[in-house]
T-cell receptor, first 112, second 113 residues
Framework: DSGVTQTPKHLITATGQRVTLRCSPRSGDLSVYWYQQSLDQGLQFLIQYYNGEERAKGNILERFSAQQFPDLHSELNLSSLELGDSALYFCASSVGQVYEQFFGPGTRLTVL | SQQGEEDPQALSIQEGENATMNCSYKTSINNLQWYRQNSGRGLVHLIL?????REKHSGRLRVTLDTSKKSSSLLITASRAADTASYFC?????????????FGSGTRLLVRP
């Protein structure tokens, strides 16, 4: 158990819908990262927050947004969902920026 | 494009044998990390090696780093069926004041009992 929790574990929704994925980092970790893992794209970095502020952006679509709240939990919002958004979404946390990351169990999103 | 690329893409060995996976990257790094992922589960951090280190050990794991060749290798000795998983290298990419990990495409290791 990494100490990082993600909810929900599974999510099935339809195209055009909007969903919110939630992540609670390990106690004491200030950095939260979001990744998307699909069969054809591999593990793609989406976005990073550090102590409530956005720090780095990766291949995150404009339809996606995220935030980190004062209690350090984070949410990833995916809107206008398309079939291609079906993937595993992972959250990870770390103490700072240049350290090992601890991954949550992931949320499996299926868009029908 | 991927910063790190693992080789081979897939590896099948007998229990008890050693498994070696390689990672090549493109730009200079501060550190390189190796992660393991069991099917459909979250990644687990294995080891971090800094750019000024050449070799690091952790239990049955040995990681080497050659910054002149921009490559790293992960050796798992005396493999067990439980080592069956995908293994990813990850390199840091720093831009301005931000920092992110770029993961390779992974090596799928199958250890046959």
């Amino acid at each position: 158990d990494s100490g990082v929790t993600q909810t929900p574990k599974h999510l099935i929704t339809a195209t055009g819908q909007r969903v919110t994925l939630r992540c609670s980092p390990r106690s004491g970790d200030l950095s939260v990262y979001w990744y998307q893992q699909s069969l054809d794209q591999g593990l793609q970095f989406l976005i990073q927050y550090y102590n409530g502020e956005e720090r780095a952006k990766g291949n995150i679509l404009e339809r996606f947004s995220a935030q980190q709240f004062p209690d350090l939990h984070s949410e990833l919002n995916l809107s206008s969902l398309e079939l291609g958004d079906s993937a595993l979404y992972f959250c990870a946390s770390s103490v700072g920026q240049v350290y090992e990351q601890f991954f949550g169990p992931g949320t499996r999103l299926t868009v029908l | 494009s991927q910063q790190g690329e693992e080789d081979p893409q897939a590896l099948s060995i007998q229990e008890g044998e050693n498994a070696t996976m390689n990672c090549s990257y493109k730009t200079s790094i501060n550190n390189l990390q190796w992660y393991r992922q069991n099917s459909g589960r979250g990644l687990v951090h294995l080891i971090l090696i800094r750019s000024n280190e050449r070799e690091k050990h952790s239990g049955r794991l040995r990681v080497t780093l050659d910054t002149s060749k921009k490559s790293s290798s992960l050796l798992i000795t005396a493999s067990r069926a439980a080592d069956t998983a995908s293994y990813f290298c990850a390199t840091d990419a720093k831009k301005d004041s931000s920092y992110k990990l770029i993961f390779g495409s992974g090596t799928r290791l199958l250890v046959r009992p």
